[in-house]
C-alpha cells in the first residue's frame, strides 16, 4: 500500500511523516513518530487509553486514520511536562493522590482531563464523573483520579489567577509560534 | 534516629516515568529488524480440524512465515503442567487429590477446544500485514458437540473434550472436618441453596504482549513479555525450547496491570519464532483476543447445606461444588482448593466438608484472578447466612455477628490444610471489632434510618455486609539482593514483579528504614531473571509479605556488614554507631563518621579493601524469604444500594471496607489496592460477564458487550484498617492486593436481598446484571401472584426440626 506524507504539529513541533491509508493516528504517533506515551487498550474506541487532543479536543487516536491529522495540532502526554522540568499541575496531582497504579490508562486520562479543566475550571465531583465515565481503568477505583482532577483544578486556577489569561490548561508549547 | 518510612505516606517513585508518558511496556520497545506476529484462532467450540491450508497466507505481502502446529513437532514441548506435579506433598497426604494430566499444546493439532484457541501463526514485516495474512489462511472443522454447562460436561453421556481422560473431569478432592453428617442431623434447622458466580475476564488495561530476540552466536534468547512470573516463565521456555535456563533471559518491563497469572501459547511461541528466523517477532494481543482467551476465571456453582440453630448459629456445613476450568486445566486445583480453604471465612463452623471438582467444558481455561475462587466462596457463604437469617427472621448483620469467631479464640485452628499443605490457623486478628468497626465508619444506624425513610416513599434500598479472610503471601520463598554502590546508592533486587502496585516505592521504603537513606536512594529492580536467581512473581497478595520480607532480611545483613566495617573504620563499638542520612556515625554525633560510599570503597576487592582477612567483597547481601505458611489478611464491607425495580438496575449509594493487612509498608497504596480490587468486585457483582451461546461462540468479544466498571458505577469507596501484625514474618505483614475483590459480589448481594426482602427475589446467581435482577424481580413478583402472598421464592429446600 502506498505511503502518503503527513504533515503535523504535536506537541509545539512541526513534524513529518509518512503512513499509509490504513494506519491509525495512533499508531503512527507510536511507531512513526516514537511517542509511545499514547497506549492501546481496546482499539475499538471505548476504554480511553488512547485519548489524545487534536486541535485542543480530544479524540481517540485509534479511531482516527493518521492521514485525518493532516495539518492539524497535536498533544500527547509526552506534551505535558519539559522532559526535565516539572511535571504539569495535572500530572503533578495525580501523583500526589495516588491517581495512578500501573500507568497505562494515565496518558488517556490525563488528556482527557485537560479538555475537561479548559472547558470548565472548576467541576464538581459528578461532572468530573460523567465526564471521565469514557476511560477506563482497572487499578485504581476511580476515587483518587477524581480527588486528583479536583486538586489540579485547585492549582490551576490558583496559578491562572495571577498569570495570563488563556492557557491555564494548555501544554508546554501551545503557547506561542514555533513551539 | 534514622527516619521511618515504613507505614508512610510517600509518593510513588515510579509515578513521573508513568505520568510522562516514559513508561516502557512491552509494546513500547523497539528493536531492529522487528517481526510483527499474528495468531490464527479457532473459531468452533468444539471440532476436527479437517484442512488447514496456509499456502496463500505464506505468499502475502510482507508474509515472513506461517507456522502450524505441524512446524512446532518435535521443536516445541507441550505446557509443562507445574500447577499439577508440584500440588504440595503435604497437602497430598492430608486431602485426597484426582487430578488428571491433561497437557495443553501450544498449537492445537487435529482438534479444537475453544473459540480462541491458537491454531497457526503468521509473521509479517508490521501488525497489518500479519493480519492481512490471517484472513489468507483457510480452516475447515467438522464441529463435534460442544458442552458448556459443568454440570452437563459431568454426564456420561456428555460429548468429553480429551477422549484420552475418558469423562470431562479435570480434578476432585473432598476433605471433612469435624462430624459433619451427625451435626447436619443433629441441627434444629437446615436450609440447601445453590450459588453460582459466572465467568468473567481478568481484564487488565494493558493487553498481553511478548517481544523475543535470539541471538545464534551466543545461542541465547531475552524474552520482554507481561508477566509477572518471569522465573516460571524462564523455567517454562528452558524445558519447552530445550534451552539452559542460563541462556534464557525473561524481562517483564512495566506492566499494564495483570490481576492474574498464566503462561499462554504466545509466551513460548513468540520466542520459538525468533530462534526459527533468526529474527526479533513481536506478538500484541488486541483486546478481541484478552476478552476470548487471556485469564477467564470465577464460574463456579457452589451447592451448600447448612444446619444451624434458632438463633441463626451455623452448626454445620457441607459444599460441593463446580469449577468450570474451560477446555483445559493448567492450574489444577489452585483456584477450586482456595474456594474450599475460604469458603468459612471470618465464621466459626467447625463441621465443614467439601468436595470440589473442576470440569472441563468448550471455553476458555480459566486462570487464578483477584480474589481466585474466593469472591465465590464467600458469596456462596454469606448468601447462605442472608437466607438463613431470613428463614429465621432475623437480622442479617446480627446473624453473622454471632457467626464471627471471637478474638479471644485467636489463633484459631480451622481443622483443615491450606493449599501448601500447613494446617489452617488464623493470624491475630479481631473479626466482631472488625464488623463493629466497619458499621462505625458506614454510619450504619444512620443508613437504617434513611432506609426506613426511602422504604415509606416507595424506594427500594437495601444494606448489605460481607467478610472474608484472604491467606496471602503464598510461598514457597522470594527472595531480594540489596547492594550499595560505589556512590553510596543501593539497589534492591527482588523475584517478584510489580504491575501497578507501587512495589518500586514500597520495597524502597522497607530497605530505606534499615540502611538509614531516603527512598530516593533506593532503585528497586524487578521482573528480569538475569538479576536473581530464583523468583517467584507477584500474584495471592504476596509480595509485600515475601519480597518485603526479604528485602528487609536482605537490608539488615547488609547493614550489620556496614556497622562492623564502620566500626573498624572508626575504631568504637558497632552498638555505639547509627545509620542515618546515608552516614554511619557515633550515636548523637551526626553528621559525623563515614559515608555508605565510604564503607562500599572499603568493601571493594583488592589491595584497598578494608574487609578482614576472608570477608566477602561487597557490600551486598541476598536472603530468601521461606514463609513457614500463609498469613491471614481479612476484610469486611458494607454497601448500601438502591435498586430500581422496573429496570434491574443496582446504584451503589456508599461502600465502606475496614481491612487488616498487618503492617502497612505506604497506607495509601495500600488504600489503592482497596479501591482497585473494590472496583472489580463491583465488576463482578454487577457488571462482568463472559458470555458463551449454546454452540460456544463468545458473545462478548469487545467492550461494547464486557461491561468494566466506570466512574458512573464505582462509588467512593472509605477505607478503614485494624492492625493486627502477622507473627509469620518478622515485619507483620499481611498481603492486601486480591482482598478488596473478594467481598463486593457478596457485599452488593445482601444489599440488593435486603432492598428487594419483600419481594424474596432470588439472587443465587451472579452477576446481578440489570437484565438479569430484572427477570428475578418479574419471577419473584409472578410467584407471589400466583401464591397470593408472600411466600418465599428461592428454591430452597427445608430440613424439619
Ligand atoms: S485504544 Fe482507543 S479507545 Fe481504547
Ligand atoms: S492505573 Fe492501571 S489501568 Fe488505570
Redo the contacts with the bound molecule.
Keep these: 500500500m502506498a505511503r502518503r506524507e503527513i504533515e503535523l504539529r504535536v506537541n509545539g513541533r512541526s513534524l513529518r511523516g509518512s503512513a499509509e491509508p490504513r494506519t491509525t493516528l495512533a499508531d503512527f504517533l507510536r511507531d512513526e513518530l516514537g511517542l509511545t506515551g499514547t497506549h492501546?487498550?481496546?482499539?475499538?474506541?471505548?476504554?480511553?487509553?488512547?485519548t489524545i487532543l487534536l486541535d485542543g479536543r480530544s479524540v481517540?487516536s485509534?479511531?482516527l486514520f493518521a492521514l485525518q491529522a493532516q495539518g492539524s495540532e497535536l498533544r500527547t502526554v509526552e506534551g505535558l511536562a519539559d522532559p526535565d522540568g516539572p511535571l504539569h499541575p495535572i500530572q503533578e496531582a495525580f501523583s500526589e493522590h495516588h491517581g495512578l497504579q500501573c500507568g497505562f490508562c494515565t496518558p488517556g486520562f490525563l488528556m482527557s482531563v485537560c479538555e475537561l479543566l479548559a472547558d470548565d475550571p472548576d467541576p464538581g465531583e459528578q461532572e468530573i464523573r460523567a465526564y471521565l465515565s469514557g476511560n477506563l481503568c482497572r487499578c485504581t477505583g476511580y476515587q483518587n483520579i477524581v480527588a486528583a482532577v479536583q486538586a489540579a483544578a485547585g492549582k490551576l486556577r490558583e496559578a491562572g489567577a495571577g498569570g495570563p489569561g488563556g492557557s491555564r490548561v494548555a501544554p508546554r508549547g501551545t503557547g506561542g509560534p514555533g513551539g | 534516629m534514622a527516619e521511618r518510612w515504613v507505614g508512610r505516606r510517600l509518593r510513588r517513585k515510579e509515578d513521573r516515568r508513568l505520568l510522562t508518558g516514559a513508561g516502557t511496556y512491552v509494546a513500547d520497545l523497539r528493536l531492529p529488524g522487528l517481526l510483527h506476529a499474528a495468531v490464527v484462532r479457532s473459531e468452533v467450540a468444539h471440532g476436527l480440524v479437517t484442512h488447514l491450508d496456509v499456502a496463500a497466507a505464506r505468499e502475502a505481502d510482507g508474509v515472513v512465515a506461517v507456522l502450524t502446529a505441524a512446524d512446532l513437532e518435535g521443536r516445541v514441548g507441550r505446557f509443562p503442567e507445574g500447577a499439577r506435579t508440584e500440588i504440595s506433598p503435604a497437602l497430598v497426604e492430608k486431602v485426597p487429590l484426582e487430578v488428571p494430566s491433561c497437557p495443553m499444546p501450544v498449537l492445537a493439532t487435529d482438534r479444537v477446544h475453544w473459540v480462541g484457541q491458537p491454531l497457526a501463526v503468521v509473521v509479517a514485516a508490521d501488525r497489518y500485514r500479519a493480519e492481512d495474512g490471517l484472513e489468507l489462511v483457510e480452516v475447515d472443522y467438522e464441529p463435534l458437540p460442544a458442552v458448556l454447562d459443568p454440570e452437563t460436561a459431568l454426564d456420561p453421556a456428555a460429548p468429553v473434550l480429551h477422549p484420552e481422560l475418558g469423562g470431562n473431569l479435570a480434578a476432585r478432592f473432598a476433605f471433612s472436618t469435624g462430624d459433619v453428617d451427625a451435626a447436619l442431623a443433629a441441627a434444629p434447622f437446615r436450609l440447601r441453596q445453590r450459588f453460582a458466580m459466572g465467568r468473567q475476564a481478568a481484564n487488565a488495561m494493558e493487553t498481553r504482549g511478548v517481544v523475543a530476540s535470539w541471538d545464534p552466536g551466543r545461542e541465547e534468547l531475552t524474552v520482554w513479555g507481561t508477566n509477572a512470573r518471569p522465573h516460571l516463565l524462564r523455567a517454562y521456555l528452558a524445558a519447552m525450547l530445550a534451552l539452559p535456563a542460563e541462556r534464557v533471559r525473561f524481562i517483564a518491563p512495566d506492566m499494564g496491570g495483570s490481576f492474574g497469572t498464566g503462561v499462554y501459547s504466545e509466551d513460548v511461541l513468540v520466542p520459538f519464532l525468533a530462534m526459527h528466523l533468526r529474527r526479533p517477532v513481536r506478538w500484541l494481543e488486541d483486546r478481541r483476543e484478552n476478552l476470548t482467551t487471556t485469564r477467564h476465571a470465577r464460574d463456579q456453582v457452589h451447592d451448600l447445606e447448612a444446619g444451624y440453630d434458632a438463633d441463626g448459629r451455623i452448626l454445620a456445613l457441607r459444599d460441593r461444588f463446580l469449577v468450570d476450568s474451560g477446555a483445559y486445566n493448567p492450574y489444577a486445583i489452585t483456584v477450586s482448593y482456595n474456594a474450599a480453604a475460604h469458603l468459612r471465612g471470618q465464621y466459626r463452623i467447625d463441621a465443614y466438608a467439601f468436595e470440589g471438582r473442576n470440569v472441563l467444558t468448550n471455553k476458555a481455561p480459566v486462570a487464578p484472578v483477584r480474589g481466585a475462587g474466593r469472591p465465590e466462596a464467600v458469596f456462596a457463604m454469606d448468601g447462605m447466612v442472608d437466607l438463613i437469617a431470613a428463614e429465621r427472621g432475623l437480622d442479617a448483620v446480627e446473624v453473622r455477628r454471632r457467626n464471627l469467631i471471637p478474638p479471644e479464640a485467636m489463633p484459631y485452628p480451622m481443622g483443615m490444610p491450606y493449599r501448601d499443605g500447613v494446617d489452617v490457623v488464623y493470624d491475630q486478628a479481631d473479626f466482631p471489632g472488625q464488623l463493629a468497626s466497619a458499621l462505625e465508619l458506614f454510619g450504619y444506624d444512620t443508613q437504617r434510618a434513611r432506609q426506613a425513610a426511602w422504604r415509606a416513599e416507595g424506594r427500594r434500598m437495601g444494606i448489605g455486609v460481607s467478610s472474608y479472610v484472604e491467606g496471602s503471601g503464598y510461598g514457597p520463598h522470594e527472595g531480594a539482593v540489596v547492594r550499595v554502590d560505589p556512590t553510596g546508592h543501593v539497589l534492591v533486587v527482588t523475584g517478584a514483579k510489580p504491575h501497578g502496585q507501587g512495589l518500586e516505592t514500597t520495597l524502597a521504603q522497607v530497605c530505606a528504614d534499615q540502611l538509614g537513606v531516603h527512598p530516593d536512594q533506593v532503585t528497586v529492580r524487578a521482573g528480569d531473571t538475569a538479576l536473581i536467581a530464583y523468583g517467584i512473581g507477584t500474584f495471592a497478595s504476596r509480595s509485600a509479605v515475601t519480597a518485603g520480607t526479604a528485602v528487609g532480611l536482605a537490608a539488615q545483613a547488609v547493614r550489620d556488614k556496614i556497622l562492623n566495617l564502620a566500626a573498624g573504620l572508626l575504631e568504637v563499638d558497632p552498638a555505639d554507631l547509627e545509620l542515618a542520612d546515608g552516614r554511619v556515625s557515633a550515636r548523637g554525633a551526626p553528621g559525623t563518621g563515614v559515608t555508605l560510599a565510604e564503607v562500599a570503597a572499603a568493601c571493594a576487592p583488592g589491595p584497598r579493601s578494608r574487609l578482614p582477612e576472608g570477608a566477602e567483597p561487597g557490600l551486598e547481601a541476598q536472603r530468601y524469604f521461606v514463609p513457614p505458611t500463609v498469613t491471614f489478611a481479612s476484610g469486611t464491607h458494607v454497601v448500601a444500594v438502591e435498586v430500581d425495580e422496573d429496570t434491574g438496575f443496582v446504584r451503589l449509594l456508599r461502600y465502606v471496607t475496614v481491612d487488616d493487612c498487618g503492617q502497612m509498608l505506604n497506607p495509601t497504596v495500600v488504600e489503592g489496592q482497596v479501591h482497585g480490587g473494590v472496583a472489580h468486585g463491583i465488576g463482578n457483582g454487577l457488571l462482568e460477564e463472559v458470555v458463551y451461546d449454546d454452540g460456544g461462540q463468545l458473545l462478548t468479544g469487545s467492550y461494547m458487550d464486557y461491561l468494566v466498571p466506570t466512574t458512573a458505577e464505582v462509588p467512593p469507596i472509605q477505607v478503614g484498617h485494624q492492625t493486627f501484625l502477622s507473627d509469620r514474618n518478622p515485619f507483620g505483614i499481611k498481603g492486601v492486593g486480591e482482598g478488596g475483590a473478594v467481598s463486593p459480589p457478596a457485599a452488593i448481594a445482601s444489599a440488593v436481598a435486603d432492598a428487594l426482602a419483600p419481594l424474596q427475589v432470588d439472587l443465587s446467581e451472579l452477576p446481578l446484571h440489570p437484565e438479569r435482577l430484572f427477570r428475578r424481580i418479574q419471577e419473584a413478583k409472578a410467584r407471589q401472584r400466583g401464591s397470593g402472598g408472600l411466600k418465599p421464592g428461592p428454591p430452597v429446600e427445608r430440613g424439619s426440626t
Design positions: 492501546l487498550g481496546c482499539e475499538h474506541g471505548v476504554c480511553g487509553a488512547c481517540r485509534c479511531l
